[in-house]
């Protein structure tokens, strides 16, 4: 009966740790999309702070560099937007992957007793 329960919680202990490398893969992955997503909306800064210069000089396609830099302006919000919601998905993988964490511990304390 002692070996059946040792089996059953080290299958336990091995599907939570399947589970733990999953969550870290979720983890980097959307650390690696925040991450380009930081560098996106840095070059749209750029590009729009480089169109609103030239935008000052009052050429005569003033018209069409207000709209291009309206387009990146939206965008910007986008990548923004696209950014936080990789920091909220972070977050939760970073939770869920604590208490997958504290459950491994759980487990494997309650199959030392």
Do not use: F
């Not at 936080?84 to 759980?106: D, I």
């Amino acid at each position: 009966l002692l070996e059946s329960e040792n089996r059953v919680l080290s299958q336990e202990v091995d599907a939570l740790r399947e589970e733990g490398v999953r969550q870290r893969e979720q983890l980097a992955a959307a650390s690696h999309r925040a991450t380009t997503a930081e560098a996106d909306l840095s070059a749209v800064r750029s590009a729009t702070a480089e169109q609103r210069a030239r935008d000052s000089h009052g050429d005569t396609a003033a018209l069409d560099v207000r709209q291009q830099a309206a387009m990146r302006d939206q965008e910007n919000i986008r990548l923004r937007m696209e950014l936080q919601a990789s920091a909220k998905e972070a977050k939760v993988l970073a939770t869920e992957l604590e208490e997958c964490r504290t459950e491994v511990k759980r487990v494997m304390g309650e199959s030392s007793e």
